[in-house]
């Protein structure tokens, strides 16, 4: 009887772990990676992996799913049977651009970025950046407008100081995409790519996949989505184990007081031929997820960016565009900015922690 009840209890025990695993899909039925989860509150529950899945929702009823190419979601559980969330299409787009023989092309990005751990958004920083590609010289230039805010004095200080900078530039547009970055290092065999039953192209390296690109032809558009910090520790630990292997003396292993992972995501608008401008970006998201060893914190950093202006102008115009521009925005300014350029709103939970983050920087 003993060992009957047992059984039981650990059959209830596996099936309570199965269901907070739950798979997150656009309308295709195509896993979306590098997802954002979080609670009521704002508070982080994790993120999707290359495979759309959510290993483990916490315990955590009602699941609020972010990501720069969809609308937020939310959903109760238990209204999910098949444990499979559907995500829709965000329907952002490009606005159409007159060629003008000009010598800059003047590209305004817009970003968001949103730092969440266990306890709900710590961090805000959110900003208009003003890019110029110079035709001739294939340069790009640019200068950024943000807005931070903190939990606290000390965060804001630390997070703006070290990484206030990193994501400026990570909001401005490249001269090369991701997805060519990737074409030119699958040309020297340290990745490969092919094509998986769902028809996505999943780009591999020697350990396993790292992402995938899908190309929409008919929308004129290509996603490409990687990994590049595991990328980057596969690399290294190749190189490790072919130095243990030529010297027989295994590499210590180095106690790291984070871990932490960074997933790329970009959509670019694409030509008959599949290629792109430095302007055709349409929008583009990094997301580092981690863990915290001392405070035994998880964390998400969420960095949205948005391609909300294009033009061909001299420098003349841009001087005369830069001035104009050089004004502080506070958060309800870049929110009318984000109406006015038909920009996804933040969930609704994350808006509204967000919204107590200021709060906390008026009363201090």
Not at 7 to 21: D, E, F, N, T
Not at 125 to 132: E, Y
Not at 243 to 266: L, M
Request: glycine content about 6%; proline content about 2%.
């Amino acid at each position: 009887m003993k060992k009957l009840l047992l059984l039981s209890l650990l059959v209830a025990i596996a099936v309570v772990a199965q269901a907070q695993r739950i798979q997150v899909v656009d309308t295709d039925g195509l896993p979306i990676a590098a997802v954002c989860v979080t609670n009521e509150k704002g508070a982080l529950v994790g993120s999707t992996d290359n495979d759309g899945w959510l290993n483990d929702a916490k315990g955590v009823k009602h699941l609020y799913f972010s990501h720069v190419a969809f609308k937020p979601t939310d959903v109760n559980i238990d209204t999910i049977p098949s444990h499979c969330v559907v995500m829709q299409d965000e329907t952002f787009q490009l606005t159409e651009l007159e060629v003008k023989p000009k010598e800059l092309l003047y590209v305004q990005t817009y970003y968001r970025l949103v730092y969440v751990c266990d306890e709900g958004p710590i961090y805000y920083r959110g900003g208009v950046v003003d890019n110029t590609y110079e035709l001739a010289k294939q340069k790009i230039s640019a200068k950024t407008r943000s807005v931070s805010k903190g939990e606290n004095g000390l965060i804001r200080f630390i997070i703006s100081t070290l990484v206030g900078h990193i994501v400026d530039k990570w909001a401005r547009i490249d001269t090369m995409t991701y997805y060519k970055k990737i074409m030119q290092k699958v040309d020297k065999g340290a990745l490969s790519i092919a094509q998986d039953t769902l028809g996505r192209y999943v780009v591999s390296d020697t350990i396993s996949a790292l992402g995938y690109i899908d190309e929409d032809k008919q929308a004129g558009q290509r996603t490409t989505s990687f990994d590049i910090w595991a990328y980057d520790d596969h690399v290294e630990a190749t190189k490790a184990a072919a130095k243990a292997a030529k010297t027989g003396k295994q590499p210590k292993k180095k106690k790291d007081e984070y871990s932490i992972n960074h997933s790329y995501y970009e959509v670019y608008n694409i030509n008959d031929n599949g290629q792109s401008r430095v302007d055709d970006l349409v929008m583009k998201q990094l997301l580092a997820s981690g863990h915290f060893e001392r405070t035994d914190q998880d964390y998400v950093i969420l960095l949205e960016t948005y391609t909300i202006g294009r033009d061909y102008i001299d420098k003349k115009e841009f001087k005369q565009t830069r001035k104009e521009n050089e004004v502080e925005m506070d958060i309800n300014e870049l929110r009318r900015l984000e109406q006015n350029h038909h920009i996804p709103p933040l969930a609704p939970n994350l808006k509204a922690a967000v919204d107590e983050l200021f709060k906390k920087e008026l009363k201090d």
